[in-house]
């Protein structure tokens, strides 16, 4: 096969990831691999909170399209960026193993910062909903304020004495070989991740089958079922960046455990739960956890973030 080009973001996340990716490719066989940098929507638009901008797939959309037209013959994301639903022609060839998927808390350099000791009033930057959601229910005497821009710009912003502290991935401290900068990393299974964070989405045309066989030799069998699960999950609630939705799968032996949550954004309605069933039926398991929490009051804090959408796209319709 001639030179692979791998469409991947700009960002120094994105691109240790899209190398990473290249490096485990060539190991595997690949003559070699071209990193194709494409500009995605949320990359033009860096100072507006992410639940503000339209559409679904916005760091992804650009990276579709120039898969589906064979500019480029794979590309890289982190999982909880991509939409539950590909596009027509596409599919995820490969997750390779997870990384720890938890979130972290970040104090100013050489601060010793956890959540417990964040003074009364401080002012805590995330872009997430779901962060957001969680801090208002953990430390409803902090204040949450929106911090965009890559891992690089938002730890710079820290350090400049805009925030008192900042949640990000921790997996992406790890990638960037920052993770020494994770004051706190958060429990996992009480402050829920993304679906899917920590993981990464190798995506490929699907009628490619060189390309699926050549990439899924980099799957992960037992992070792809968790992060399937997870992803089933939030589908079936009908999540995306505007719900606070956290999920974690953990697989054991032959066995997945699912932990999910839906939380209200003012942090005053948590709805959680877990169950655990068979590692080689994660879709199943996804469903089903939807459904219990949907009967345990899920239901209606969807119904109402539905309602305030909807309020949202008519006030803008008539401005």
Known sequence: ??????????????????????????????????????????????????????????FTRELDEALLDGRVHLAVHSLKDLPTVLPEGL??????????????????????????????????????LRRVALLNAFRRDVTPRTIRGNVDTRLRKLDDGQFDAIILAGAGLTRLGLARRADEWLERTSWLPAPGQGALGIVTRTDDTEMRELVGALNDPDSFSAVTAERTFLEALGGGCQVPIGA??????????????????????????????????????????????R??????????????????????SEA
Not at 15 to 42: D, F, H, M, P, Y
Not at 252 to 279: F, H, I, K, M, Q
Not at 296 to 302: C, H, Y
Request: glycine share 12%; with cysteine; hydrophobic share 40%.
């Open 91 to 128: 599919c995820i060839a490969a997750t390779p193993t997870r990384v720890d998927p938890r979130d972290v808390l970040v104090g100013p350099e050489g601060a010793s910062t956890t959540l417990a000791s964040l003074k009364e009033g401080a002012i805590v930057g995330t872009s997430s």
């Open 295 to 316: 009967g345990r009051g899920a239901e209606a804090i969807l119904a109402e973030l539905d309602e305030a959408a909807e309020s949202d796209e008519a006030a803008e």
């Open 1 to 58: 096969m001639t030179v692979l080009k791998l469409g991947t973001r700009g960002s120094l996340l994105a691109l240790a990831q899209s190398n990473w990716t290249a490096s485990a490719l060539k190991t595997n066989g690949a003559s070699g691999v071209s990193l194709e940098v494409i500009r995605t929507v949320g990359d033009e638009h860096l100072d507006q909170p992410l639940h503000e901008i339209s559409g679904k797939g916005i």
């Open 248 to 293: 974690l799968g953990i697989p054991y032996e032959e066995r997945l455990r699912l932990w999910g949550l839906v939380a209200s954004p003012d942090g005053r309605r948590v709805v959680r739960g877990d169950l655990t069933g068979s590692l080689s039926d994660p879709q199943a398991l996804g469903d089903k956890l939807a459904e219990v929490l």
